[in-house]
T-cell receptor, first 112, second 112 residues
Framework: NAGVTQTPKFRILKIGQSMTLQCTQD?????MYWYRQDPGMGLKLIYY???????DKGEVPNGYNVSRSTTEDFPLRLELAAPSQTSVYFC???????????FGPGTRLTVL | GEDVEQSLFLSVREGDSSVINCTYT??????LYWYKQEPGAGLQLLTY?????DMKQDQRLTVLLNKKDKHLSLRIADTQTGDSAIYFC????????????FGTGTRLKVLA
């Protein structure tokens, strides 16, 4: 299994541009999550999904959108990038009834 | 709302024990976790403890839970330079075992 994969690894955006951060897992996990990590701030939950077709807002959803059309994929969309969205973004997944969150390697995004 | 707090930095000498502390506010926490993040990587689960346990030992790692004070600690015996990383405390609480609240992370530096 490849586990949780994220693309791209790095990206620089200009203010107002849009992009999609990709996340895929091949472990057939039902639960998937998007977090952002800012220095000294820990991880903040942006959106999560408990299964295909179901998504819900986390703690900091403003400026982001997600979709979950398949069990494997959980893309995160930024429509109008702002400097406040400069962060490292992590995707994670968990099996139903499981405890461990499996994390992807992260995407480092800079908005200038 | 639910909150998890940790101190930001800890420095120890190689061979000494490290103790990383965490406090949480959600009295209905079901599981409490310790994750490790190495530079440029995602988080990896180190260990977790169920809320009805006081202690869990796993090789060099000892987790202590004081439910009354809502205090969790991670002790690393015989700390090595490879243990240098950021350590995150996390909990799953009343909102459901699929929703995790992470602390700010403690950066452990091991001096040779």
């Amino acid at each position: 299994n490849a586990g949780v994969t994220q693309t791209p690894k790095f990206r620089i955006l200009k203010i107002g541009q849009s992009m999609t951060l990709q996340c895929t897992q091949d472990m057939n996990h039902n639960y998937m999550y998007w977090y952002r990590q800012d220095p000294g701030m820990g991880l903040k939950l942006i959106y999560y999904s408990v299964g295909a077709g179901i998504t819900d807002k986390g703690e900091v959803p403003n400026g982001y959108n997600v979709s979950r059309s398949t069990t494997e994929d959980f893309p995160l969309r930024l429509e109008l990038a702002a400097p406040s969205q400069t962060s490292v973004y992590f995707c994670a997944s968990t099996p139903s009834g499981g405890n461990e969150q499996f994390f992807g390697p992260g995407t480092r995004l800079t908005v200038l | 709302g639910e909150d998890v707090e940790q101190s930001l930095f800890l420095s120890v000498r190689e061979g000494d024990s490290s103790v990383i502390n965490c406090t949480y506010t959600d009295s209905s926490s079901t599981y409490l976790y310790w994750y490790k993040q190495e530079p440029g990587a995602g988080l990896q689960l180190l260990t977790y403890i169920f809320s009805n346990m006081d202690m869990k030992q796993d090789q060099r790692l000892t987790v202590l839970l004081n439910k009354k004070d809502k205090h969790l600690s991670l002790r690393i015996a015989d700390t090595q330079t490879g243990d240098s990383a950021i350590y995150f405390c996390a909990e799953t609480g009343a909102s459901g075992t699929y929703k995790y609240i992470f602390g700010t992370g403690t950066r452990l530096k091991v001096l040779a």
